[in-house]
């Protein structure tokens, strides 16, 4: 796939924008007019500052208003025409878009709209330039690609053709198949954008929500599939107007763009059963099977409170890292390592943000292909140098420079326990409290990421997002989203803070960064599992009884449940599927705890009860954790 975006998808100057596209690894641009005027040198200066970054300029956009005026509109509309071909020889861009029509003064007609291209075509012909006609979804008279094609095959100029643009045809819902009878020297450039569902105004939605193919609702996979039907090869370019996008950072989001487009002709690749759309081939999406292991950064001080609360937790050390300062800790099929080492990556990791869940691992059904594919699609690889006889774990960066480590079973990384660790118990007669396999992580991360890591989730591993939530935080909203998969075997929860108030925003704030914030596990009988943590010592986090009033009325539960509940403090949700209990910890450090939950057939999260638990733990962090007012 030729991958190309458009300037306007990003933030910041031209230069900087440029800049930010070729380090993603597009291979083209479009200039947006507007990015042009505000820049300070000549278009001829513009197109070097391009090709000096190996970019080809796809497109000149946009040239509006154009088709069916009348006169004296159109003898003016012809000379203004001119005056963007010479801006384009300059340039150096031999296609222009001309988007249709919006002005009131134009007067419609499928055949005068196809003899003004045509005279176009004849006046772009004489200088080697191209135009292509794009339907905007709120053209006045022309709103659907299938009358601009109409229009075009009209024209029947070999210097016309048509643009397509996903948000355009999908916003309105039209049938992509239309687009596979088009022959494909006639397309000249398609548009890529995709939206999440709103019901709003369609040029409201257009110009502020779009996102990146994948990030958002609409069928952008189908439609691409319909393009390529045709035997389109030419560009695919993401023209993305979004203000969240143009507040961002330029190089985070054209790197989002990048994978987006890498992931949806690996899609199309997939679907069609064609190669040519695809770059490299890459290994499918891994199948997650399971948390192996979550790893924490600290140092001896401290972890000495964290192995305590783990202990608490029913979690028995087992054995300690064969050559570096880490210890295993285990109970059910959970594992935890409490890395302490002051060397290597979780020693820096320590460093800048202080005792912290940097690293967790994945098990795949095979690590070294989906470490192939996250790479493919634009991943950091991780490694660190390891002794002889020890494995080095495939593994890629990810939330928050954290380290995701990619495990199987097929191969000794499955052993790693075993083959980098020597045994070592605690003594005594630590028992499990039931707790069987690690639930859900949940990270946390500043708003205008959340779509960067749900894209990355989704397109390495075989998951899927979920509806976002908005959490009221009494200090302000936290939008939150969740990658799983079918199974569940993988349930990883965003949080997406917008103010460090937030208890998310200031865990934030004071972990410098996107992190880990909680880990679930899994018990069977939470009841007994809570009775068990008491008795090992473990606190949990007191809720209010107005909760219970209010939970008890809301579900019309029985009031000898919401007795057992409330003497334990476990919350309770329900869905279509089955019920939810949960408990939390108090919170360790800056804002990180731990949860324990019972699903009886549930398959949330317990949205609903995270404003109870924020509460909680507000209540717990103050009087030095936040401000007073935060609550
Ligand atoms: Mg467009
Ligand atoms: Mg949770």
């Known amino acids: 796939m030729k991958t190309s975006i458009a300037t306007v998808t990003i933030s910041g100057e031209l230069p900087e924008k440029l800049e930010a596209i070729a380090r993603a690894g597009f291979e083209g641009v479009e200039i947006f007019e507007n990015d042009f005027l505000a820049f300070d040198g000549s278009p001829a200066d513009v197109g070097r500052l391009a090709r000096d970054h190996g970019l080809e300029i796809t497109l000149f956009q946009p040239f509006r208003d154009f088709e069916g005026m009348p006169e004296p509109h159109r003898s003016r509309t012809f000379d203004r025409a001119e005056r ?170 054209a790197a989002d763009g990048h994978r987006s487009l890498i992931y949806l002709g690996d899609q199309v690749r997939r679907n069609l059963g064609a190669d040519y759309l695809a770059g490299a081939a890459m ?8 948390v192996a292991f979550v790893e924490f950064a600290t140092d001896l001080d401290e972890s000495t409170e964290l192995m305590a609360l783990l202990r608490a937790l029913g979690f028995r050390k087992t054995a300690v890292h064969r ?53 493919a699609l634009d991943a950091e690889p991780f490694a660190q140098p390891v002794q002889d006889g020890e494995l080095q774990l495939p593994a890629i960066r990810g939330v928050g420079g954290g380290v995701i480590y990619l495990i199987d079973e097929k191969t000794p990384l499955g052993r790693f326990s075993e083959i980098d660790f020597r045994p070592e118990a605690d003594e005594g007669d630590l028992t499990s409290v039931g707790l069987m396999r690690i639930d859900h992580v949940a990270q946390t991360v500043s708003y205008d990421e959340m779509l960067t890591w749900l894209l990355f989730y989704t397109s390495i591993f075989d998951a899927h997002k979920t509806p976002m939530v908005d959490i009221i935080d009494p200090a302000g909203v936290v939008r939150s989203q969740v990658v799983e998969n ?11 803070a917008e103010n460090r108030r937030t208890l998310a925003g200031h865990f934030i704030a004071e972990k410098f960064g996107s992190g880990i ?59 279509d599927h089955g019920e939810y209990f949960q408990l939390y910890s108090g919170t360790y450090g ?11 057939g549930y398959r949330g999260y317990g949205a609903a009860n995270a404003i109870f638990r924020i509460a909680a733990l507000k209540k717990q962090m103050r009087p030095e954790g936040l401000p007073k007012d935060a609550l």
């Open 84 to 253: 963007k071909f010479d801006l384009m020889q300059e340039l150096g861009t031999d296609l222009v878009l001309v988007c249709s029509n919006v002005s009131p003064a134009a007067q419609g007609g499928i055949d005068r709209a196809a003899a003004d291209f045509r005279e176009l075509g004849e006046r772009a012909a004489k200088r080697g330039l191209r135009v292509g006609y794009e339907a905007l979804a709120w053209g006045r008279h022309i709103n659907d690609h299938r009358d601009a094609w109409e229009i075009v095959r009209r024209a029947d100029h070999p210097n016309i053709g048509l643009i397509l643009d996903s948000f355009h045809t999908l916003s309105r819902k039209i049938d992509v198949n239309s687009i596979r009878s088009i022959p494909r020297e006639k397309i000249f450039i398609v548009q890529l954008a995709d939206a999440p569902l709103i019901d709003m105004d369609l040029l409201y939605w257009s110009r502020h929500f779009r996102n990146m193919p994948g990030e958002g609702d609409l069928p952008v996979t189908a439609f691409t599939e319909a393009v390529a039907a045709t035997g389109y090869d030419g560009y695919f370019s993401l023209e993305i107007f979004n203000d969240q996008f143009r507040g961002g950072s330029s190089r985070a989001i």
């Open 323 to 375: 050559t570096k300062s880490v210890v295993l800790f285990e109970q059910g099929g959970i594992k935890i390592l409490v890395n302490i080492d002051q060397a290597g990556f979780a020693g820096a990791a320590y460093a800048v943000h202080g005792t912290f869940a940097y690293a967790i691992a994945l098990l795949v059904d095979d690590a070294s292909k989906a470490q192939e594919r996250a790479i």
């Open 486 to 496: 079918n199974t569940g075997t993988l349930r990883i929860t965003m949080n997406g």
């Open 517 to 575: 914030q909680h880990i679930a596990f899994e018990t069977k009988d939470i009841f007994e599992t809570a009775a068990s943590l008491s008795r090992c010592g473990f606190k949990s986090l007191h809720i209010s009884s107005n909760y219970y009033d209010d939970v008890e009325a809301r579900f019309g539960l029985d009031p000898e449940l919401t007795e057992r509940m409330k003497a334990r403090n476990i919350l309770y949700d329900r869905d």
């Open 283 to 290: 290994p499918e999406r891994a199948d997650v099977s399971g």
């Open 590 to 600: 800056e804002g990180f705890f731990f949860e324990v939950v019972e699903r009886r």
